[in-house]
């Protein structure tokens, strides 16, 4: 008969309460689990939700911004055609006002050639006549075009350059919008299950030379304003050129005018003085048969001696104011090669202009009493000699202001702004541009 091995005994209660614990265990774990279980399945769905959400938001925001980058990159395209044919405009512009100041050189040569021709006039013939001041006020008004045209032509090509430097500006957001749309457009169009997704080491880093949405609107905003203002500057350029080469050719005509007006007024008295001097020339030689006649009845050897005698002084007096002349003379000359601003007009300049004025009409005076004091014959004679040479100097200058007129009709021929070869190379738009197609 077998015995039962001695040792302790749990009771009844205390097998109850075991079961019990085991069980309320048992239950409570269960409950957690379940409990877990609940709140795995509502942090799945939330996440779910919100990483759905994240995605969608990070697409429409790509789309938004997709298509701020395209609505900016239209504005800089549309503005840099805007720009292009600007400086299209420009460059004609600065190509008619070029022709123009080409088209300045035939009159400048005609009026040098008349100025040149008329200074073969001899004797009394040369004196400053209403031609000759309009020739050369003709020439100050052709030099001052030449200035006003060159200095359009200049604001032209510095506009140019402008106008080049804000198209390149435009050139090259544009770039970097056409890029950055790429860029976006990749990004939008990838999925969850695209083949080029992968993790990247540190992907949260702000790249260096970041900008704020403020800062890169505000950036292709100014270059679009920047490239308008120049736009202005330069239709404004255009509109002054235009305005000034139709002043320049109105003004070039009206002195034209007022030259050959001129002409053909000094011409018709230079005809008029040829056919009176003929006359008194026919007239002169009529009446020296009598006058030696009237020479002898009246001239005595005494008044001979006393008229030779008071010619010779006179022409001591002349010689003696030689000498004063020639001093004041070189002082006037030698005074004008004071340096600076001491080159003024001063008391002593205005005495010294005097003095000689006073001595050349001293001169003068006596020169006249000289001449006066010749007998008549001598004086008949003389004179007609003078209207021999006179006659001649008339029909040389009656035949060089004909020249001259021959001359400006080269003016009428070819129009003052057409017909004639650019003597300046028209530039193009600033350093051979080509336009960019970027679409």
């Known amino acids: 008969m077998a015995t039962s091995k001695p040792g302790f005994r749990y009771s009844v209660s205390d097998w109850v309460t075991n079961n019990k614990h085991i069980s309320d265990t048992a239950e409570h774990k269960r409950n957690i689990s379940q409990e ?27 789309s938004d911004r997709i298509n701020d980058i395209t609505r900016w990159k239209e504005n800089l395209r549309a503005c840099a055609q805007e720009v292009d044919a600007e400086m299209d405009a420009l460059t004609l ?123 890169w609107e505000q950036f292709s905003r100014y270059n679009i304003t920047r490239a308008k203002e120049e736009m202005q500057n330069s239709m404004q350029i255009r509109e002054n050129s235009s305005l000034t080469r139709a002043q320049v050719q109105n003004e070039l005509e009206a002195q034209r005018k007022a030259v050959e007006f001129a002409l053909r007024k000094r011409t018709h008295h230079l005809e008029q003085a ?71 007009r001063d008391e002593v300049q205005f005495g010294l202009v005097e003095e000689a004025k006073q001595l050349e009409a001293t001169i003068v005076a006596l020169k006249q009493k000289q001449a006066q004091a010749q007998h008549s014959l001598q004086s008949l004679k003389q004179h007609e000699a003078q209207m021999g040479e006179d006659l001649s100097r008339k029909q040389d200058a009656l035949s060089l202001e004909q020249r001259s007129s021959q001359t400006r009709q080269r003016l009428t021929v070819v129009a003052p702004t057409e017909g004639l070869p650019s003597a300046v190379v028209p530039l193009t738009n600033s350093s051979g541009r080509h336009k960019l197609d970027l679409s």
């Not at 709140?39 to 759905?52: D, F, M, Q, S």
């Not at 002169?284 to 001239?299: A, D, E, I, K, Y």
């Open 274 to 344: 040829h056919k009176e001097l003929q006359w008194q020339l026919k007239t002169v030689r009529f009446l020296q048969s009598n006058l030696w006649l009237c020479h002898t009845v009246f001239q005595t050897q005494e008044e001979i001696v006393e008229l030779g005698m008071d010619i010779n002084g006179l022409e001591d007096d002349i010689q003696a104011k030689t000498a004063p002349l020639k001093l004041v003379h070189t002082r006037l000359e030698n005074r004008t090669m004071r340096p600076g601003v001491d080159l003024c």
């Open 36 to 62: 877990i279980r609940q709140e795995g399945r509502v942090l799945r769905n939330e996440t779910a939700n919100k990483t759905n959400w994240d995605n969608y938001d990070s697409s429409r925001r790509l």
């Open 93 to 215: 512009s600065k190509q008619d006002t070029e022709r123009s100041l080409a088209a300045t050189v035939l009159p400048l040569e005609v009026t040098s050639e008349c100025l040149t021709l008329r200074e073969g006039r001899r004797g009394k013939e040369l004196v400053s006549d209403p031609v000759e001041a309009e020739l050369k006020k003709e020439e100050e008004v052709i030099d001052g075009a030449q200035r006003v045209l060159q200095q359009c032509i200049s604001q032209a090509f510095d506009q140019l350059c402008r106008l080049q430097e804000a198209r390149q500006q435009l050139t090259i957001d544009l770039q970097d919008k056409i890029e950055a749309l790429v860029v976006d457009t990749s990004c939008l169009s990838l999925t969850t299950q695209s083949a080029e997704i992968s993790l990247k080491p540190n992907p949260t880093r702000v790249p260096l030379g970041s900008m704020t949405p403020q800062q």
